[in-house]
């Protein structure tokens, strides 16, 4: 059964810092990894898809790598902002073909920029 | 700019009441979900289908019950509403092949 493990659970940092975000996973067998986005009591929002034959995917300020041999993905967000304050989850399908969306999520991140 | 909606956004009910939580997209997805997200939890995927008169239950155990009539419309229905389903119900709908998972709004619903 997967599992998927995010660290650290909280970050506060001040405005302006690059920072990391760590997610791992217990089978490597993944065929895509998705980082989202999930504001105070709203739906989430779809930041990266990472396809299991890519090593990265950049969108902005927002890098995230997989390496699905250790079963490990990281979210590097650069020059963070107030705005970024969010809670970042990362998840994994089920299996491939149509369990594409069947996600396994970790418990997420909560970060918070302060100006 | 969200495609897929969820009404209503909050909903406080009694014990014992018949809910209807509804869930539309207009981007022709044939793949749906619905998934429960309690305060600070992971969210788990209690229902899914994969185009019309298509159902299944996902890995959490839910005494809901859904209906894929038509592709833009995915409702959840509880027949007798109960305080331990009170959660945050999350819908998403996705495209062909490995395509970003699209969510709703969600719906929160307090049961008393």
């Known amino acids: 059964k997967q599992e998927v493990t995010q660290i650290p659970a909280a970050l506060s940092v001040p405005e302006g810092e690059n920072l990391v975000l760590n997610c791992s996973f217990t089978?490597?067998?993944?065929?895509?990894l998705q980082w989202f986005r999930q504001d105070p009591g709203k739906g989430l929002t779809s930041l990266l898809l990472?396809?299991?034959?890519?090593r990265e995917q950049t969108s902005g300020r927002l890098n995230a790598s997989l390496d699905k041999s250790s079963g490990r993905s990281t979210l590097y967000i650069a020059a963070s902002q107030p705005g970024d304050s969010a809670t970042y989850l990362c998840?994994?399908?089920?299996?491939?073909?149509?369990?594409?969306?069947?996600?396994?999520f970790g418990q997420g991140t909560i970060l918070t920029v302060h100006p | 700019e969200a495609d897929i909606y969820q009404t209503p956004r909050y909903l406080v009910i009694g014990t014992g009441k018949k809910i209807t939580l509804e869930c539309s997209q207009t981007?022709?997805?044939?793949?749906m979900y619905w998934y429960q997200q309690d305060p600070g939890m992971e969210l788990h995927l209690i229902h899914y289908s994969y185009g019309v008169n298509s159902t299944e239950k996902g890995d959490l155990s839910s005494e809901s019950t859904v209906s894929r009539i038509r592709t833009e419309h995915f409702p959840l229905t509880l027949e007798s509403a109960r305080p331990s389903h009170t959660s945050q119900y999350l819908c998403a709908s996705m495209g062909q092949g490995a395509s970003p998972l699209h969510f709703g709004n969600g719906t929160r619903l307090t049961v008393t």
């Open positions: 981007m022709g997805h044939d793949k």
């Open positions: 998840a994994v399908p089920g299996g491939g073909g149509t369990s594409y969306g069947k996600l396994t």
């Open positions: 089978d490597s067998a993944i065929y895509n």
């Open positions: 990472i396809q299991s034959s890519q």
